[in-house]
């Protein structure tokens, strides 16, 4: 489980290029700014390549993902 | 199909067929004789204005009817519209009214700021000059936007950070809508996606062919497209033919699976532009879509939307790498120069000029940066493009990046060195260097900023970072806001003494 904490935050830190991801993981990445569009494909994209989770796109609703924690909780129970 | 006259086109749809739908919102529609009605209130109300003649007017607005009739309205009366869309930061706003000294702001939805010493037509009142069925309709077609007049003018990213308005005239958009309507194999009464913003030229590719050929525009707002989930609820019900958007926008409704011909049967054409089409795009959407004709264009805004067009088919794609970006439209002049300004041998990278009707008249109240970029050639208009490409023997030309700092992310045009000026601008930085990552199809997926701050109490560089982009995106649009910022102590500069950008492009690629 702290395998899939990790690399989610590694994923955020790197599309975001702020470690804010890891030291909040309560903030909210599309209010803040740190997460657009293109950010959340790449995301989506990551966490297939990365941690074989697929996750609906058509699913995606923004509140459901919004935080750190809010995304490793989705995968944690997608794996 | 070639017309004369882009208002009188749309105009007479609305003769020979009145309630065919013209726009669709969110499931609310509006008829062509509702288009023109509105459109021709709005023109009798501005002309019954006294605004300076022939001035262009500011349209703020979003993804709507209301929009489109206003646009129409201000060049049935006269006035080339600069479209300002309303996810524009307040800057923005402030230095397109210095650039352009507006005869007026048309607000289709309120102003977030105070604009001094222009006039402001105010939400309200436009909005009882559109709903007032007894309003006066007449208005002096005479002076009606046509030939050279500029019919609309969109600002783009300017080095120096201040934005600079691409002028296009009534004859520039004429060519390019009446090559649209030969070339693409879009058909009268045709269903178009209207997804990109009103203030990027992208949305001309859908708009005026679309109304020309008597079709519908289905608008998809950012509010839609931004959350995945509405989003994917709102695609199949939009039931368009025509598909409209930058390749990274069809990426994302790629992520679906079930976005494919089964569940869209009606669409039948996509029509791309704005940054480069990879193969791999092109490759899954023909796997999706086998029935569809998939067509690649490319054009800088000062050419009007796009001057080169191929049809994507899976011979393509399994010839080249990268994708070709097509043949020139046939009254234009594409070739290649070296830095010395002499054509380049066919097959040869060089500098892409443009030389056409389609070319604009240049930047308004720009003499200088206007005389950089456009000359004649042969009594043609032409545009230096600033990209690096090359011809092929069959005339087919290929992109191959940029000759100077210019970029393209997810289909928006940034200049670097205008991030950097307005970085430069934020209070708490001495010095900045904004480059580009790449991914490994040579897109352009970060904007990354190498800073060297001023003095500061900040704890740490994420408070720092923060505090940076919070004051920049006062004054940027938000594509414009890098994604990281690199604190240094110095910048690499290179032997005459500017900074080394192509050394920090190196380094945050290699990483």
Same mark, same amino acid.
């Given at each position: 489980m702290?395998d899939v904490r990790?690399t989610v935050?590694?994923i955020l830190?790197?599309?975001? !290029?702020?470690?804010?991801?890891?030291?909040?993981?309560?903030?909210?990445?599309?209010?803040?700014?740190?997460?657009?569009?293109? !950010?959340t494909?790449q995301l989506l994209l990551e966490l297939q390549s990365q941690l074989g989770v697929d996750a609906p796109v058509?699913e995606f609703?923004?509140?459901?993902w919004?935080?750190?924690?809010k995304i490793i909780a989705k995968v944690e129970s997608m794996k | 199909?070639?017309?004369?006259?882009?208002?009188?086109?749309?105009?007479?749809?609305?003769?020979?067929?009145?309630?065919?739908?013209?726009?669709?919102?969110?499931?609310?529609?509006?008829?062509?004789?509702?288009?023109?009605?509105?459109?021709?209130?709005?023109?009798?109300?501005?002309?019954?204005?006294?605004?300076?003649?022939?001035?262009?007017?500011?349209?703020?607005?979003?993804?709507?009817?209301?929009?489109?009739?206003?646009? &129409?309205?201000? /060049?049935?009366?006269?006035?080339?519209?600069?479209?300002?869309?309303?996810?524009?930061?307040?800057?923005?706003?402030?230095?397109?009214?210095?650039?352009?000294?507006?005869?007026?702001?048309?607000?289709?939805?309120?102003?977030? /700021?105070?604009?001094?010493?222009?006039? /402001?037509?105010?939400?309200?009142?436009?909005?009882?000059?559109?709903?007032?069925?007894?309003?006066?309709?007449?208005?002096?077609?005479?002076?009606?936007?046509?030939?050279?007049?500029?019919?609309?003018?969109?600002?783009?990213?300017?080095?120096?950070?201040?934005?600079?308005?691409?002028?296009?005239?009534?004859?520039?958009? &004429?060519?390019?809508?009446?090559?649209?309507? $030969?070339?693409?194999?879009?058909?009268?009464?045709?269903?178009?996606?209207?997804?990109?913003?009103?203030?990027?030229?992208?949305?001309?590719?859908?708009?005026?062919?679309?109304?020309?050929?008597?079709?519908?525009?289905?608008?998809?707002?950012?509010?839609?497209?931004?959350?995945?989930?509405?989003?994917?609820?709102?695609?199949?019900?939009?039931?368009?033919?025509?598909?409209?958007?930058?390749?990274?926008?069809?990426?994302?409704?790629?992520l679906?699976?079930?976005?494919?011909?089964?569940?869209?049967?009606?669409?039948?054409?996509?029509?791309?532009?704005?940054?480069?089409?990879?193969?791999?795009?092109?490759?899954?959407?023909?796997?999706?879509?086998?029935?569809?004709?998939?067509?690649?264009?490319?054009?800088?805004?000062?050419?009007?939307?796009?001057?080169?067009?191929?049809?994507?088919?899976?011979?393509?794609?399994?010839?080249?790498?990268?994708?070709?970006?097509?043949?020139?439209?046939?009254?234009?002049?594409?070739?290649?120069?070296?830095?010395?300004?002499?054509?380049?041998?066919?097959?040869?990278?060089?500098? &892409?000029?443009?030389? *056409?009707?389609?070319? $604009?008249?240049?930047?308004?109240?720009?003499?200088?940066?206007?005389?950089?970029?456009?000359?004649?050639?042969?009594?043609?208009?032409?545009?230096?493009?600033?990209?690096?490409?090359?011809?092929?023997?069959?005339?087919?030309?290929?992109?191959?990046?940029?000759?100077?700092?210019?970029?393209?992310?997810? *289909?928006?045009?940034?200049?670097?060195?205008?991030?950097?000026?307005?970085?430069?601008?934020?209070?708490?930085?001495?010095?900045?260097?904004?480059?580009?990552?790449?991914?490994?199809?040579?897109?352009?997926?970060?904007?990354?900023?190498?800073? /060297?701050?001023?003095?500061?109490?900040?704890? $740490?560089?994420?408070?720092?970072?923060?505090?940076?982009?919070?004051?920049?995106?006062?004054?940027?649009?938000?594509?414009?806001?890098?994604?990281?910022?690199?604190?240094?102590?110095?910048?690499?500069?290179?032997?005459? *003494?500017?900074?080394?950008?192509?050394?920090?492009?190196?380094?945050?690629?290699?990483?």
């Amino acid at each position: 489980m702290d395998d899939v904490r990790t690399t989610v935050l590694d994923i955020l830190t790197d599309l975001t !290029g702020s470690d804010e991801v890891k030291e909040n993981p309560d903030m909210n990445l599309f209010e803040s700014g740190l997460l657009d569009s293109m !950010g959340t494909v790449q995301l989506l994209l990551e966490l297939q390549s990365q941690l074989g989770v697929d996750a609906p796109v058509s699913e995606f609703d923004r509140s459901e993902w919004a935080t750190p924690n809010k995304i490793i909780a989705k995968v944690e129970s997608m794996k | 199909m070639a017309i004369a006259n882009i208002i009188a086109t749309i105009d007479q749809n609305a003769q020979s067929f009145p309630k065919r739908i013209c726009y669709e919102d969110q499931g609310q529609t509006y008829s062509y004789e509702t288009l023109k009605t509105t459109s021709d209130r709005v023109a009798a109300f501005l002309q019954a204005q006294d605004l300076p003649k022939g001035s262009p007017v500011v349209i703020y607005g979003g993804q709507t009817f209301a929009v489109i009739a206003t646009f &129409l309205g201000a /060049v049935k009366a006269g006035h080339a519209y600069i479209p300002v869309d309303t996810h524009s930061p307040k800057e923005r706003l402030i230095q397109i009214n210095d650039v352009a000294h507006p005869g007026a702001v048309l607000e289709v939805e309120s102003l977030p /700021v105070t604009l001094k010493g222009t006039e /402001v037509i105010s939400a309200a009142t436009l909005k009882a000059v559109r709903e007032d069925t007894t309003g006066p309709t007449a208005y002096d077609a005479s002076v009606s936007v046509a030939g050279d007049d500029n019919f609309y003018i969109i600002f783009t990213s300017g080095t120096t950070g201040v934005p600079k308005g691409v002028q296009i005239s009534h004859a520039n958009l &004429l060519s390019y809508v009446n090559w649209t309507l $030969s070339d693409f194999d879009l058909y009268p009464g045709i269903r178009a996606l209207s997804q990109a913003p009103y203030s990027f030229d992208l949305s001309v590719m859908d708009l005026y062919p679309t109304l020309a050929l008597g079709g519908t525009l289905v608008a998809l707002p950012k509010e839609i497209t931004d959350n995945f989930k509405d989003l994917f609820a709102a695609l199949p019900e939009l039931k368009v033919n025509e598909w409209v958007s930058t390749p990274s926008f069809v990426e994302i409704c790629l992520l679906e699976p079930s976005f494919a011909q089964a569940k869209y049967p009606d669409l039948t054409r996509f029509l791309f532009c704005g940054e480069e089409l990879t193969q791999k795009t092109a490759r899954e959407l023909l796997k999706r879509f086998p029935d569809a004709e998939i067509y690649n264009t490319y054009g800088p805004t000062e050419a009007t939307v796009a001057v080169t067009s191929v049809q994507i088919t899976q011979e393509t794609v399994d010839q080249y790498n990268r994708l070709p970006i097509g043949q020139a439209k046939p009254d234009t002049l594409i070739y290649a120069v070296d830095e010395h300004d002499q054509k380049v041998a066919n097959n040869v990278n060089g500098e &892409l000029i443009i030389a *056409g009707p389609s070319v $604009s008249k240049g930047y308004l109240n720009n003499p200088e940066k206007t005389a950089k970029a456009f000359f004649t050639l042969d009594g043609q208009q032409a545009y230096r493009s600033g990209d690096l490409g090359f011809i092929d023997d069959q005339g087919m030309i290929f992109y191959r990046g940029r000759t100077d700092f210019q970029i393209k992310m997810h *289909g928006y045009r940034i200049e670097l060195e205008d991030v950097d000026q307005n970085l430069l601008q934020v209070s708490y930085v001495k010095q900045a260097s904004t480059v580009p990552r790449y991914n490994n199809l040579h897109k352009v997926t970060q904007l990354v900023a190498y800073v /060297v701050p001023n003095k500061n109490d900040f704890e $740490s560089d994420i408070k720092l970072t923060q505090a940076i982009k919070a004051e920049l995106s006062q004054n940027v649009m938000e594509y414009m806001v890098p994604q990281r910022i690199i604190f240094q102590d110095s910048l690499p500069l290179t032997a005459n *003494g500017k900074v080394d950008r192509k050394t920090l492009i190196a380094e945050v690629n290699n990483s």
